[in-house]
């Protein structure tokens, strides 16, 4: 393989970006084959690249240029392409061609429909960036592009304040994050002296045996980069930006939870690993706010009637398994479920979206029986679902059972029935948002349509790979053999202790889910409304998201706005008064010198002139040039001299 094939995969949606963004205007609709057109020779290369590293054809490889040298010390920046790095690139190329494809007939008459296409474009070279880089320092710039280009995406709509707050909310909730991320590579440079992945793992052995570095500090780095894992995936305490990410165009959210912002947070713990098998706290600390967020999620889940929101909670629920996964030492098991979740889960959203555009609403409470006129939309979402919540023969199934496997096998009984637990709620969850959306009769007068096939193919597309994408990489173990870290945690699927137990338990969670989702909302032999009713406070509870956004309002963003408030009137008061009472003074004592100078000074040499001149007047009356006059002065001067004497005698 050649340095320019690797090059092109990010290359190409770079220069669309550039067409759309500089010609948009003149193009008009012909911006969406532009992103197609770059977007699918990109996907068609990173196939080339996956299969060639399966077949043993292509090899780990790597390609790395100095970019500052201090010295003794040089940054270096480079790509890599590795299994890891193969598996991500397929899926993002695939998700951001579907959903662009998806896109031609949701964002149709929009009047920014060429920036929207420049902007989906960006967004996926940041994601290619990120996932290409083969140290942080590369990592971390392509990181803050996609946080950038996700809050344009989120905020596409500026028009609605919602959507305009969403972007500012996801951009600043994340950059919390950061802040740990960005802490956490200063000081790893400092301890390690480089940034590049390889030569960080290498170190980290070494140094550990030769005791130059301590576990403790590894934990701490560990702990201050998985900040910003949180952040971007939406584990507690960071999750709140999530939820309301949906404001933006679907196709968009379709993108987020399923190929791109979300996955990086995940990915960047797999691409640290070597780390966090290290680190034993950091590893810890991982597992369960891993665990607790997807429980946490799927909670609020089970009460939500926004569409799009039900699938956002379901997102941070199952990155939270994601994150489980890697933190219990199941590295593959972690990975496969991000590869199975972007197919069922750009799906699902997908769907979300033909839903919305075929019905005109988003509120669940006003659907009902669109199944009978959406059918390629019901039935792909029905597929979508069975495979989220993990029913035998979907690609779901085969990934959240190995997530399962690591807990238990990890010896964490507690995290494995977290998780357990959590796969019931899933299953419920997901079906009751199936039978009240295209189930039963129409609760509201919506002539609902079928999409165009713009949207359908892809959504038959998604429905394929949901399918069989998680039976072709278990059959051979060749996701295993693809995506395998050598020193995984114990947790790692391979023990065969307990398999069948979990593989059961696995099952039955889904079974049990769904059946009672079946009788609530199809047979309605329960009434929701009943339960809601006898459980309102906790009904209230889980609606209102346990109340994290109020509590948040009062800690941060209340005591952040008086502290503003105080600065500013400080600053209008006080810094700016000073400045404004200086300029004052200044002025006073200008106008007072001003004075002074006209007044005393001048008025004393005018004075001094006006004496001189008055002197010279008087005297020269005295020049008349007649001789009597000259002997009358100097009588009078002789009789004063003569008085003056007798006085002072």
Known sequence: MKLPLLILIPLLPLLAFVINIFFGKKIGTKAAYVSLTAISVSFVISLYLFFGLIAGVEKTVEYTFEWLNFGSTGVKLGIMLDGLTAVM?????TVSLLVKLYSIGYMHGDPRYSRFYAYLSMFTVAMLGLVLANNFLLLFISWEL?????????GFWYEKKSASDAGKKAFITTKVGDLGFFAGLLLLFTVFGTFNFTELGQLVIARLASGSVSVGMLNLIGILIFCGAVGKSAQF???????????????VSALIHAATMVAAGVYLVARTFFIYVEAPIAMSVVAYTGAFTAIFAASMALVAYDIKRVLAFSTVSQLGYMVMALGVGGYTAGMFHLTTHAFFKALLFLGAGSVIHGSGTQDIREMGGL??????????????????????????????EEVLSAAYNSGNLFIYWIGTVTAFMTAFYMFRLFFMTFTGKPRTEIH?????????VPLMVLAVLSIVAGGLFVMGHSFEKLVYFGAEGAGE??????????RNMS????????????FMYYLKKVSPEYLALKLAPVHKLLSNRYYIDELYEIIFIKPAKGLGNFLFKFDQKVVDGAVNGSGFMTVLMSKLQNLFDKVIVDGAVNGAGWIANKGGELLKQLQTGLVQNYILIAVSGLFIIVLI?????
């Open 448 to 456: 609902a349509h079928e999409s165009p096939k713009t949207m359908t």
């Open 645 to 649: 004497r007798i006085i002072f005698r």
């Open 493 to 502: 699927g391979g023990a065969e202790a307990g398999s069948h137990f979990v």
């Open 237 to 251: 305490p960071l999750h709140v930006w999530l939820p309301d990410a949906m404001e933006g165009p679907t196709p």
């Open 371 to 400: 199944g009978k006129k959406m059918k390629i939309t019901m039935v792909t979402f029905l597929i979508a679902c069975l495979s989220i919540s993990g029913v035998p023969g979907f690609s779901g199934y085969f990934s959240k």
């Open 146 to 154: 996609v946080g950038l280009f996700s809050y344009l995406l989120i």
């Open 89 to 93: 690139l397929v899926v993002v190329t």
């Open 507 to 518: 099952i039955t969670a889904a079974v049990l889910g769904i059946t009672l989702a079946f």
